[in-house]
């Protein structure tokens, strides 16, 4: 094991002063959980006013929560902890956590401040779905947010009338999408003489209290078809529309007139994401959210220390839940930032200057755009370094060294390892201590078969595995070789498994030029659960060792 | 409440799952001491007997983060833990005093069976409890009476008693198995096999929503998890044995995450979906199944054979909410579960010093139960006046 020497630490101060970015429900809830710690907020927000009124109709807000999202304003107003910056964007970002310059684009110009954290709480967007329906919008071809309008300002409105909602044929849609079919539906038949035709693919219920709202419409009269194919709309005019599928229960094609169609709108990503990710360096996520489908950074962690993700920018959801957000952001922050002042490993990754060439290999590698440079070296913020060694593996010059695991300390214990006498074929397994070292360890405790020559090296992510320690490996005894790394896309370092594999492939181009059976060289990727799979993993390399001996 | 020293302060989290393990180690890096009561032998409660549902990419179920909470949770000499354990009586005078006493337990006990590991891999997984971290449980014992600051409700939900849908033979037939049954299967032997005969199934059949979305049962909720894990798992096992045939059926499918569209669309060309929930199931020979049920696209009865037929089991309020409710004088809403004081706040009950973590407050993923544990560790800290 990894021998811990006394760990010199030195204490860093750090900027407190936390941005961010949103002024709808969830970023004035943000800014005041983050004042509450102590921390003064600057809270930057595009629109004039505060309270983000379209983002308050998309999260299906009532009338009690809009009173509530005015006397949050209130509070963030009267609140001297949190500057307010109205029509404010951000405009650019420089430095690392705990030092961050952002450049802020308001009414008077651009300002640069100094922060110790940035958090995205973004907006939702609403995009009308008429296209996909081959529809315009008219007086009886009308949007969500039209009926919506409907509902509110004059109801008698739809007296009579037969109302066809359409909802999941133009989009997959989401339980926000829903709920404002569902109460829209459910308002609709409370109007005299209104009936309403729901036609709909997945009913997305997977949000507290929308299968009792599904249930309510229904029970009040509404008619649900659950198709799995788009209606055939045919719009003439200002006149009735014809509504054409075939019924799943009579099993044939039926055509039904439509006083008035709704067409449902997706409620998604801002698309002033992509910009800020860019501006943020952060890796954006599937459907231009700002997060990366990595379980390690939820709920609301991006791939770079001390830019947070929260709300909108982070997924579509009812706004009880992602008001979680807020408070784990707060968590997170008192944890980061502290008192000011944070302490780190001196080791943590030490860049030789002699030998640095400025090569900017690592500014490019690092996941967690940790690494800078000044004048003529570069530098690895301690603060933002996760320590994954990905860095150091790649350097051409070999100028980086990680903490605990110098390539000294490593190339030591992989000699020590299989320096140990015993006749056992010997498997070197670099294990992964996120994913691999814990199944490992897993599949022990458990008493599940191991080889006996099972020679496990912790790194601290496969992407720390040089070819050098592959090949001295080889070159010191060992039988055979893994490589075990996360699955993709759950790497904590986002990329360091990929890394990993690539360098295990140059191995095997290596390996088979110098005529040697590729075959004792093996990637695999486990979770930190997965000991059976461990147990198998190397139980196989073993016998694969026994065939080609 | 008088700002207390939060150094000298405690707060009970009643409930070892992955709500109350969150909670327990984000009040415990705030500088508070826990109280972790568990009444099961083992930490975890129901997400750490889950299994990985990667195929070569990790498919976001959130069951490896759960070994990381509790290992952290292990680790913490702040945290103070009672295996075993439940919450007998309590008063409030400015502080909460807890007794506790030992729960009772199940007449079998777990791992009942396991010998060698390669012989009975989920009867000895189970009296590990399942993961290599209950190993390193420092049990402080089930009896005393610890008064606290605060208390943190995460004693989750019970999954729904497939027995209660008699039709489709679950505790009859011994290939009709629950959603968390062929979990511990997985996560102990690291694939998916048979109960009869301990072999990779040829045909498997999921049936969803199997006591949520249930109007006859009174059951007026969605589960949330169920579709993700089905999908998940289908797609895991096809991964590792591309011949086998999966068939999933259902009423509406639900959102897994961001990337749901793209990943619906890989399950609809691996997997085969029915719009339609089986009624029956016989058995057959050889340990076989066969259901009937009407095709939406042919119309009428058909009959097919499955080798394997897993039930989605939605969840269902825990079973201990009633005494619970009682004990702590807490509402639940009208599906049982514990309601939250404002639907803005979602971790807040109308109990003062009471907060709600994970699935006690409705059904819920395992990240959308830590982050309200977070949240909820949170609003402990701001009511023991230690925010800043």
Known sequence: ?549 | VTKLNIEQSKVMVIGGGIAGLTAAWELSKSGVSVELVEKAGFLGGHAIQYACKATDTCQQCGACPVEKVLKHVVDDPNITIRLGAQVAGISKNGRFNVTLAAAPQGDAAPGDGCDDYSQNPTACAAQQGFSKNNAAVKDAGADGSVDVDAVVLASGFSPFDARRKSTYGYGQWPNVVTGLELEQTKRAVGRVVRPSDGQIPEKVAFIQCVGSRDERLGNLWCSKVCCPYALRTAMSMKHKHPETEITIFYMDIQNTGNDFPAFYNQCRDDLNFIRSIPVDVYPLENDRLRMRFVDEAEGVPTDVEFDLLVLSVGMMPGADNEALGELLGLERNQDGFFAAAERLNAVGTTAEGIFLAGTVQGPKTIADSMAHAGQSAREVMKYLGGAE
């Open chain 1, 1 to 549: 094991m990894i021998q811990t020497t006394d760990i010199q630490m030195v204490e860093i101060r750090i900027a407190t002063d936390v941005l961010v970015l949103g002024g709808g429900y969830v970023g004035l809830q943000t800014a005041l959980d983050i004042a509450a710690s102590g921390y003064r907020v600057i809270l930057a927000a595009k629109d004039e006013v505060l309270g983000d009124s379209d983002n308050a109709t998309l999260t299906g807000m009532g009338a009690g929560e809009k009173e509530a999202l005015a006397a949050l304003v209130d509070r963030v107003n009267a609140d001297d902890g949190v500057e307010v910056l109205a029509e404010t964007r951000l405009a650019g970002s420089a430095g690392v956590a705990g030092d961050f310059t952002v450049w802020l684009s308001g009414p008077d110009g651009v300002a640069e401040r100094k922060v110790g954290a940035v958090v995205v709480a973004g907006d939702l967007a609403c995009e009308p779905l008429t296209e996909a329906y081959g529809l315009t919008l008219s007086e009886t071809v009308v949007s969500q947010t039209g009926m919506e309008e409907i509902l509110a300002e004059r109801p008698a409105d739809l007296g009579g009338k037969t109302v066809a909602f359409m909802v999941g044929f133009g989009q997959e849609g989401n339980p926000l999408v829903m709920e404002r079919v569902l109460s829209a539906v459910s308002a609709a038949t409370d109007v005299d003489g209104c009936t309403a035709y729901v036609y709909v693919n997945n009913i997305k219920v997977a949000e507290d209290n929308l299968e009792r709202l599904y249930l309510q419409g229904r029970n009040k009269g509404a008619i649900y078809f659950k198709l799995q194919e788009m209606p055939a709309i045919r719009q003439d005019g200002a006149g009735p529309l014809t509504v054409g599928f075939t019924d799943p229960v009579l099993r044939q094609p039926v055509e039904l007139i439509a006083d008035m169609v709704v067409v449902e709108e997706a409620v998604c990503a801002s698309e002033e994401n992509s910009g800020l990710a860019e501006l943020l360096r952060i890796e954006p996520g599937p459907a231009g959210f700002l997060q990366t489908e990595n379980v390690h950074n939820y709920p609301v962690r991006s791939n770079r220390e001390g830019i947070f993700v929260v709300g909108a920018g982070r997924r579509v959801a009812a706004l009880g839940s992602t008001l979680a957000d807020a408070g784990n952001v707060a968590l997170a922050l008192k944890a980061l930032l502290g008192g000011g002042t944070i302490a780190v490993p001196a080791n943590q990754a030490v860049v030789d200057e002699g030998k640095c060439t400025i090569c900017l290999t690592c500014y490019r590698c690092c996941p967690h755009g940790a690494i800078y440079w000044e004048s003529d070296k570069a530098i690895i913020s301690p603060v933002a370094c996760q320590g994954c060694g990905i860095c150091a593996s790649e350097c051409p010059m070999d100028a980086i060294q990680i903490g605990d695991y110098t390539d000294e300390a490593m190339l030591g214990q992989i000699n020590e390892k299989l320096d140990d006498g015993d006749d056992a074929p010997k498997i070197v397994a670099f294990c992964c201590q996120n994913s691999a070292l814990e199944a490992g360890a897993m599949a022990e405790q458990f008493g599940m078969p191991l080889p006996v020559g099972l020679k496990t090296i912790q790194v601290p992510c496969a992407g720390k595995v040089d070819i050098e320690y592959i090949l001295t490996a080889f070159a010191e005894g060992a039988d055979g070789v893994l490589v075990l790394a996360c699955h993709t896309g759950n790497c904590k370092s986002e990329r360091g498994n990929i890394f990993a594999g690539w360098r295990v492939e140059d191995a095997h181009r290596l390996l088979e030029a110098a005529g040697f059976e590729k075959d004792r060289l093996c990637f695999a990727t486990l979770a930190s659960n997965m000991g059976s799979d461990f147990s198998s993993i190397v139980t196989d390399m073993a016998i694969r060792i026994n065939e080609l001996s």
